[in-house]
């Protein structure tokens, strides 16, 4: 684990906890920032003893995006992302690690998840939100499009076409039960309670197994994307042989099946 300025990693077993940490700004994304959360999410892409992530905010918000003042005042700018040298940290890449990664990402949503900020929410597999969270598309306030870092593609699979045009046309804020009732967030509780449900929802995924849960999370977008059912359940299915075959009941389950796994497996 490296020394980090702008985050807090605390391990807890198999768990991490992630608070972003720049209070002082509501955790705003700065060049910083965002080298470390590359750095760490880079570093998960082979490491399967961690098997969850808790993601969070210190202090009054989750993340209020890209700090303008910071960039403002910066020469350095944003780190640029894949170069001519290689990959490098970028924001984009970020979200791209994070849905890479094997484990399972929990965000805890309380105060403004605004812009980038809330593409990190939405690049988390679970969403916990605490009854302060507001969330929105920031890029259109700008003079940008709605459409960064992955917003065009995860808000419409979340929401639905018409809710996810109206957040990323008008940069309007979704509130914790709007958010709950879009399907946006799993669950609301006060926001002293996110750490306790959080900690229930964490046990309950650990008692996965440990391949089961990475190959749900690789699974389910890949299925979102397919149309035939009958891909989708040859997808399904080959993932279930791959966790038999891997699971320490292996051969018990796959008696019980008929003895055929293994034959299909091949």
């Given at each position: 684990?490296?020394?980090?300025?702008?985050?807090?990693?605390?391990?807890?077993?198999?768990?991490?906890?992630?608070?972003?940490?720049?209070?002082?700004?509501?955790?705003?994304?700065?060049?910083?920032?965002?080298?470390?959360?590359?750095?760490?999410?880079?570093?998960?892409?082979?490491?399967?003893?961690?098997?969850?992530?808790?993601m969070r905010g210190a202090g009054?918000?989750?993340?209020?995006?890209?700090?303008?003042?910071?960039?403002?005042k910066s020469r350095?700018?944003?780190?640029?992302?894949?170069?001519?040298?290689g990959p490098g940290p970028s924001l984009d890449g970020i979200i791209l690690k994070m849905r890479a990664c094997p484990q399972a990402i929990v965000a805890l949503v309380h105060g403004a998840a605004c812009g980038g900020g809330f593409n990190l929410a939405l690049a988390s597999d679970?969403?916990?939100?605490g009854r302060s969270a507001r969330m929105n598309v920031a890029f259109v306030k700008l003079g940008l499009s709605g459409c960064e870092l992955g917003?065009?593609?995860?808000?419409?699979?979340?929401?639905?076409m018409s809710v996810a045009a109206e957040l990323m046309m008008t940069g309007r804020f979704i509130g914790a039960d709007r958010a709950l009732a879009a399907g946006l967030v799993s669950q609301v509780v006060e926001d002293d309670e996110l750490e306790a449900e959080a900690r229930a929802l964490v046990e309950d995924l650990l008692a996965a197994s440990p391949i089961g849960l990475r190959k749900t999370k690789r699974v389910l977008?890949?299925?979102?994307?397919?149309?035939?059912?009958?891909?989708?359940?040859?997808?399904?299915?080959r993932t279930q042989?791959?966790?038999i075959e891997a699971g320490p009941f292996g051969a018990s389950v796959a008696e019980a099946l008929g003895g055929g796994s293994k034959t299909r497996a091949e």
């Open positions: 684990m490296r020394d980090y300025s702008t985050i807090e990693v605390v391990r807890d077993g198999a768990v991490d906890w992630l608070t972003l940490n720049r209070p002082e700004r509501l955790n705003a994304l700065d060049g910083t920032m965002v080298r470390e959360l590359w750095d760490y999410f880079d570093a998960l892409q082979s490491n399967y003893r961690q098997r969850v992530v808790v009054k918000g989750f993340c209020a995006g890209l700090d303008l003042t910071w960039f403002q350095e700018g944003l780190p640029p992302g894949d170069t001519d040298a679970i969403r916990l939100a917003t065009s593609y995860f808000l419409p699979r979340m929401v639905g977008p890949r299925a979102a994307e397919i149309d035939d059912l009958a891909s989708v359940i040859a997808l399904e299915e042989l791959q966790c």
